[in-house]
T-cell receptor, first 112, second 113 residues
Framework: TQLLEQSPQFLSIQEGENLTVYCNSS?????LQWYRQEPGEGPVLLVT?????EVKKLKRLTFQFGDARKDSSLHITAAQPGDTGLYLC????????????FGTGTRLTIIP | NAGVMQNPRHLVRRRGQEARLRCSPM?????VYWYRQLPEEGLKFMVY????????ESGMPKERFSAEFPKEGPSILRIQQVVRGDSAAYFC???????????FGQGTRLTVV
């Protein structure tokens, strides 16, 4: 069973601060996706990282895939209230089937 | 999430009734996943289907739960004889094929009273 642990579980910071969310596993994934989920809605895909060591930027969000493809991080600079939400990482394996396994989630609150 | 349609958005059932949740994937997307989410928790994998075939059902409870994705029509997640513990949000995701990205519907919130 592949487990994806996210840390921290909850994070509440002031607007304008920086933060990093971590996603760790003992399993290797062929790719890893990050989603954001608003209350009452489904997860919305933010980014997919595929190559070990890959870094992708999406405006103030920076995503990194670990060299061994077992972990990932999401860094947000100058956080804004609109960044508030549940952030989920999800790992994809394609060893026989393509099951997408989700992390435990990080609930982020940005205080104006 | 445009194009991934789940209905109903909210479903209330009494204990012992049946719940049917529908997912109409985006056109051309033949891979469907079902997930369950409890409040303040992540998404728990239930089942992965490709047209007419169940690929992985390792997350499905052994009893009362079933899923199908027929050749024509939406994918259906069926819960028989619902109990209070079945209350949750159920999400469907779909993909076009292998090594492609998954897109989620808005979910069905099931409440068992």
């Amino acid at each position: 069973t592949q487990l994806l642990e996210q840390s921290p579980q909850f994070l509440s910071i002031q607007e304008g601060e920086n933060l990093t969310v971590y996603c760790n596993s003992s399993s290797v994934f062929s790719s890893l996706q990050w989603y954001r989920q608003e209350p009452g809605e489904g997860p919305v895909l933010l980014v997919t990282v595929v190559t070990g060591g890959e870094v992708k930027k999406l405006k103030r969000l920076t995503f990194q895939f670990g060299d061994a493809r077992k972990d990932s991080s999401l860094h947000i600079t100058a956080a804004q209230p609109g960044d508030t939400g549940l952030y989920l990482c999800a790992g994809l394996t394609n060893f026989g089937n393509e099951k997408l396994t989700f992390g435990t989630g990080t609930r982020l609150t940005i205080i104006p | 999430n445009a194009g991934v349609m789940q209905n109903p958005r909210h479903l209330v059932r009494r204990r012992g009734q049946e719940a049917r949740l529908r997912c109409s994937p985006m056109k051309g997307h033949s891979h469907v996943y079902w997930y369950r989410q409890l409040p303040e928790e992540g998404l728990k994998f239930m089942v992965y289907l490709q047209k007419e075939n169940i690929i992985d059902e390792s997350g499905m409870p052994k009893e009362r739960f079933s899923a199908e994705f027929p050749k024509e029509g939406p994918s259906i997640l069926r819960i028989q004889q619902v109990v209070r513990g079945d209350s949750a949000a159920y999400f469907c995701a779909n993909k076009q094929g292998q090594n492609t990205e998954a897109f989620f519907g808005q979910g069905t919130r099931l409440t068992v009273v």
